[in-house]
């Protein structure tokens, strides 16, 4: 039974950096496609940035992408997102997602394509 915890969610002024944490259980292969999504109060969960099982990287948008940074450890199965230059648009549940292979494919941020969730972390900017 694959697990997924999110930590390191906080209340940051504008401006402000966090880095959140994401630790899989060892039923999560280290090569799982792993993204980071967002829900924002009356919003929908959006995807953030995914990782596949080498490496490869993308970002919803050019803005998150000159703001934040996610990487994996593959030898604690964990995945993180750095967080700078928050704004308040940036408030919202942020949640870990893996799937059950090491590619992310097309359309990567479709939610019904993840099969297992964190049950989310409070990122607050104002």
């Known amino acids: 039974h694959v697990q997924l915890v999110e930590s390191g969610g906080d209340s940051v002024q504008p401006g402000g950096s966090l880095r959140l944490s994401c630790a899989a259980s060892?039923?999560?292969?280290?090569?799982?496609?792993m993204g980071w999504f967002r829900q924002a109060p009356g919003k929908e969960r959006e995807g953030v940035a995914k990782i596949n099982g080498v490496g490869t990287i993308t970002y919803r948008s050019d803005s998150m992408k000159g703001r934040f940074t996610i990487s994996r450890d593959k030898g604690s199965n964990a995945l993180y997102l750095q967080m700078s230059s928050l704004k308040p648009e940036d408030t919202a549940i942020y949640y870990c997602?893996?799937?059950?292979?090491?590619?992310?494919?097309?359309?990567?941020?479709?939610?019904?394509?993840?099969?297992?969730w964190g049950q989310g972390t409070q990122v607050t900017v104002s």
């Open positions: 997602a893996a799937r059950d292979r090491e590619t992310c494919g097309s359309n990567w941020d479709a939610l019904s394509k993840w099969a297992y």
């Open positions: 060892d039923e999560l292969s280290i090569n799982a496609c």
